[in-house]
């Protein structure tokens, strides 16, 4: 018979919008490819027409520009490779249990991001004083839950993060332009924020001197931690410091004898330095081994722990990770009403025949 090469598929959590996990457990690469990048939409996908696309950079500017992809892509560019997540990844796992889109571990990718800093364009139109913001509108539009009107996909950056070195308008991922499901032509690229900040589809950008209040902005993407109350509000932004065990999965049922545990761990705020499993539900906790072979800052770390068990039985494995800055996995996630940023330390349940 002849040799079948298998390979994963994206699980699907919607259709229009499309909205996809990556099959996260069976890539073993630290890029993830264009077909296996996970999509997170709010409306269906923009129609465009790229032999006439053009992006002003405007509002509160010396020169507002008018660019074309010819003249952007006659620009200095540089390659940031970077996590995306999507904010509401896991969040099938808060409890209580939360309304929204029921993301497993999946709605998260890497790989290489290539285009202009966006501090360049800011740059070349100047950016007059007083400026507090930069708002990026993508060209995808349609209605929301509570209200008739169409919007627009529309994020704003506090001017600092817009002007960092790695905030980026990319036009090509992974060394291909990006596919048009991605964000084609143009998309922003925001490192060590939740997806969201990454507008796909760039319509226009514009240096605001106020700050922008718009649904996406001041209704989704926020922190609200009480269930019937906005009180404590707080928007969503710096990727939360987390860990996935990619294998075993979840319910495996294993032999005796010895087990590489094997998983990832990722932060927006720095770099990854220590992983800790536990195979008895946390009563006791060893170090894990960290892979940086290859891996940017912006990167999830892949780790591994052997695990040797000769007793049958049932067994709960956890991981918890901790960045350069201190932060560590906690016990259990931050709940918050809309499910965003989850990150208690993960847990698995195995059984040994």
């Known amino acids: 018979m002849p040799y079948l090469f298998v390979r994963p598929y994206l699980t699907t ?22 077909r296996n990048h996970f999509k997170r939409n709010h409306f269906a996908y923009p129609s465009l027409a790229s032999f006439n696309y053009w992006i002003p950079i405007r509002g509160n500017v010396k020169t507002p ?31 209580p249990e939360v309304f929204g889109e029921q ?15 966006l501090r360049t364009l800011l740059t070349m139109a100047g950016i007059q004083e007083g400026s507090v913001e930069v708002v990026v509108e993508g060209y995808d539009k349609g209605k929301r839950a509570n209200s008739d009107e169409p919007v627009s996909y529309k994020r ?10 790695d905030t980026l308008i990319a036009y090509a991922y992974n060394d291909k332009p990006i596919p048009f499901r991605h964000g084609f032509p143009l998309r922003l690229i ?40 906005d009180k404590g509000s707080f928007p969503v932004r710096v990727i939360n410091v987390n860990s996935s065990i990619l294998r075993p999965t979840d319910r495996d049922l294993l032999s005796r004898g010895t ?4 998983g990832i761990a990722w932060s927006g705020s720095d770099e990854i330095v220590k992983v800790e499993i536990s195979v008895d539900n946390g009563v006791s906790w060893t170090e894990a081994d960290l892979n940086h072979v290859g891996e940017g800052n912006y990167h999830w770390k892949r780790w591994f722990y052997e695990w040797e068990v000769s007793k049958p039985g049932e067994y709960t494995i956890l991981s918890k990770s901790t960045d350069e800055s201190g932060q560590v996995q906690p016990t259990k996630s931050f709940w918050n009403r809309k499910g965003y940023g989850y990150n208690a330390v993960d847990k698995i349940n195995v059984k040994i025949e």
């Not at 993301?103 to 800093?117: C, E, I, P, R, T």
């Not at 925001?190 to 902005?217: C, L, N, T």
């Open 13 to 34: 959590r919607g259709l229009v919008p499309e909205n996809q996990e990556s099959p996260i457990h069976f890539i073993e690469s630290g890029i993830t490819s264009a």
């Open 65 to 95: 520009l008018w660019l074309s992809l010819q003249q952007l892509y006659a620009l200095p560019f540089i390659t940031v490779s970077t996590l995306l997540e999507c904010a509401g990844n896991k969040r099938s796992l808060f409890e």
């Open 103 to 117: 993301w497993g571990k999946g709605a998260m990718s890497q790989g290489n991001w290539q285009g202009v800093q």
């Open 156 to 165: 704003s950056l506090p001017l600092e993060k817009a002007m960092h070195t």
């Open 190 to 229: 925001v490192p060590g924020w939740y997806g969201m900040a990454s507008v796909k589809w760039i319509k226009q950008i514009e240096v605001s001197d106020k700050h922008y209040r718009g649904p996406f902005q001041a209704e989704d993407y926020v922190y609200y931690p009480e269930k019937d109350s």
């Open 259 to 262: 087990h590489v545990i094997e």
